[in-house]
C-alpha cells in the first residue's frame, strides 16, 4: 500500500482498452497522459477518408473495426453514452447484414445469405474514428492525449514511472480534450484529433516541447494497452511476440518479464482490408455478410474461410458521403485469415487489386479498375485479432481487487504498480478490450 495515494498515470495506447483504463482512472481524480503512436484515437476501430482524382469527391472507410455490440454492463453503459453525445447510431440494415455461404470453389452460394437480427449493430458517426475522440472527450479534462507519439521505453524506479518517447513521421497533438479538430483520418489507426495550431517550424517546436515534457516526467501508476505482440515488446524488452514491426522497444531488459510472456502467448493473424469506392452498385443480395465454408457432412467444424472473410457495403452506414451523386457506393473488404497469412508479404497494390477481382467473382460481375473503381486502397492489420486470448485470471479472494467483482481480465504487478490491458486479455472484440481496460484501471487503483 502506497503512503500517499497515487496523482498521476501513463497510458500506452488509446485503442478502447486504454480509453476506458483513462476514464476510470480520471473519475478517481488522477491526472492521465495518454500516449498514442497513431494519428488519432480508437486504435482498430478507425476510418480512412480519399478524395476521388478529378472530381475532389470525399470518400470514407471503416477499413478496421466493422460495428460495437453489446458485451458487458460496462461497455453497454459505454455504448449508451456514446449514443447520447450523438457518436454512435445503430447501423439499420433491414435485415441486410448477416452470413453467407460459400460452395468449395469459393463462389457465393445464392440464396444462402442468412440475415443475423438478434442483436443491434452500432457504428460511429459520421465514421467509425468518432468513437474514439467521443471517449477521451468522456474522460474529461484531467485526460490529456498525445497522438503521433510512440512509447519506446518505460523505467520504473521502485517509486515512479519515466517514459521514453519518438515521434511519429506524421503527427498530430490534441493536449485539451473535447476541442479536436476536423476529419483527419488518414494514418494508420487514423481517428481525427486535432493538429498544433500553427505549422511547419511552430509546430515541429511545439511537438517538441511536448515530448520533452513527457519525458521529463514522473508517473505513480502506468497503463499499457496495446495489441498482445506491442505489449510483449515494450513489457519484454523488445522480445518475444514476433509481429512485422521489429524495433527496440524496452531497450533490451525486461521490465515485467511474467506478462511480456502471457501477452507474447497469445498469438495474433493479419488480416488484409480493400478499401473501394465504385461508380455503380454491386448486384450482392446484403449490406454487410461473414462468408464462411459450410462443412459438406454438416458437422459442426470452425468455419473455413476463403480469400474474402466480411464484406460490407460501407456506405450504407449512417451519415457516410454519397458515392458518385448516388449512383456508387463504398465496399470494405476484409481478406479471410488464411488468405491474408498467405498473402502477408505481397505488395498492397497486388492486394487491392487480387481483392477486388475476388468481390467481383462474388457479386458476378466484371470490375474493371479503370472504368468501374473511384479509389481503391489496401490496408495491412498485423496484428487483427489475438487468436488464444489469454483466459480470465480473478484477483484472489482476499485482494482488495477481488471485493470489486472482477473477472481478472488484465495482468497486474501491483509491485510496480503496472496493469496491462487490450483485447488479448479478454476476447477478440471491441467490447472486450474495453472491459479488459474497465477493469485493468480498478484492479490497479485497489492495489496501491
Ligand atoms: C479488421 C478488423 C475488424 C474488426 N471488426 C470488429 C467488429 O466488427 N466488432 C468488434 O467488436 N471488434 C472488431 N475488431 C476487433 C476490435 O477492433 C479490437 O478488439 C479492439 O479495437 C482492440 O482494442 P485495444 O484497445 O485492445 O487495441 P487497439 O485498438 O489495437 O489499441 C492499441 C493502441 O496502442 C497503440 N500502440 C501500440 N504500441 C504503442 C506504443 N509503443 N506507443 C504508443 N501507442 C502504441 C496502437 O497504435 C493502438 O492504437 C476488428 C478488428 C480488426 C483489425
Redesign the pocket.
Known sequence: MAATSPKTALV?????????AAQVLTEQGLEVVL????RG??????TRTATVAGTGERLTFD???????A?SPQWDAALERLRAAGAVAAWETGGRVGTAALDADDGLILGSFSADKSKE?LVGCPTNSSVGRALAAAAGPRLTTLTG????GLSWDGKAWRAT?SRRPVLSLRVTPGQGGGESEAA??AGGGGSPSGSGDEAEGQLDEVLASLESRTFDLAI????SV??A??LGGGGKGGGKEG?K?GGGVPLAADVAEAAGDVRSNV?W?LIVALNRKLDLPFDGALLSRPDPAGRPVPPGYGPIA?LSRDSTKPGRPAVAGGAGETWVV?GGPGWSNEHADEPPEAVALELIEELARLAQTELLPERDVLHAEAHR?N????LNPRPPVPPPPGSAASGLGLAGCYMLRADMALAA?????K????????L??WEAAHALLASV
Request: aromatic share 10%; charged share 15%.
Open positions: 500506452v495506447g488509446g485503442g478502447f482498452a486504454g480509453l476506458a500516449v498514442e503512436q497513431g484515437l480508437g486504435g482498430r476501430m478507425c477499413h478496421g473495426c466493422q460495428y460495437l455490440t458485451r449493430l507519439t510512440r512509447i519506446r518517447a494508420d489507426a499499457t494497452a496495446m495489441s506491442s505489449t515488446k515494450l524495433g522497444e488480416c482490408a466480411w476484409h492489420w496484428n487483427a485479432y489475438p490491458c487490450g483485447d488479448w486479455a476476447g477478440p472484440r471491441a467490447g472486450d478490450a474495453y479488459s481496460g
